[in-house]
Each structure stands twice: as structure tokens, then as C-alpha cells.
Nanobody
């Protein structure tokens, strides 16, 4: 089992920045990849960014390229999402996902609210 705890969400004005964190604990020795998704109420969860754990290879949704940066700290089993130039339409609950030994785990989510 793997537990994920997100933090760093909050209220920010349009154009502002936030840094999300997601700490993994438990059976993390086979951690392969960690991802960020976001979801609005009643809508599908959307991919934001992903990073491989060993090589640190990152991919982003087109809408966030150049503004968001995903990174990881292997020693702390923590993934970060630096979000810059935020838009009001990016107000959502942001979720962390971990892929470990073929299984996926989700965190509880952290609310990001971008005011116009």
C-alpha cells in the first residue's frame, strides 16, 4: 500500500503562482511514476503533468507547458508541481497519482482557487 498526501493548494489571484507537494509513504520502493491531475465538480479528471521516478522524464498537458513544472525529490518521495501564471479556469481540485509495481494510488486532493 502507498499513501499520498497533497499540500500547497489555496487561493491565488490570476497570474499568480502556487507550489503543490505530494508526499508518498508506505511501499514506495517500486515507485515508477507520479502524476498530477485536476478535476472540477461533476467533470472528468484531467491530466496535468507526469514524471518518471528514476529518470525524471516529464510530460505536460499542452495547456500548461511553459507555465507549470513538475519535479521530484527521490530522497523525500515527494513530487512537486510549480504552477505559474495561473488562470481562473484552472480552479480545480488537484490530485496526485502514484504508479507503484503496476498499481495506481491517489491522494485526497488539494483545492486550488484562482480568482479573476
Amino acid at each position: 500500500q502507498v499513501q499520498l498526501v497533497e499540500s500547497g493548494g489555496g487561493l491565488v489571484q490570476a497570474g499568480g503562482s502556487l507550489r503543490l507537494s505530494c508526499a508518498a509513504s508506505g511501499s514506495t520502493s517500486s515507485l515508477y511514476r507520479m502524476d498530477w491531475f485536476r478535476q472540477a465538480p461533476g467533470k472528468e479528471r484531467k491530466f496535468v503533468a507526469t514524471i518518471t521516478w528514476s529518470g525524471g522524464i516529464a510530460y505536460y498537458a499542452d495547456s500548461v507547458k511553459g507555465r507549470f513544472t513538475i519535479s521530484r525529490d527521490n530522497a523525500k518521495n515527494t513530487v512537486y508541481l510549480q504552477m505559474n501564471s495561473l488562470h481562473p479556469e484552472e480552479t480545480d481540485v488537484y490530485y496526485c497519482q502514484a504508479t507503484v509495481a503496476g498499481a495506481t494510488y491517489w491522494g485526497q486532493g488539494t483545492q486550488v482557487t484562482v480568482s479573476s
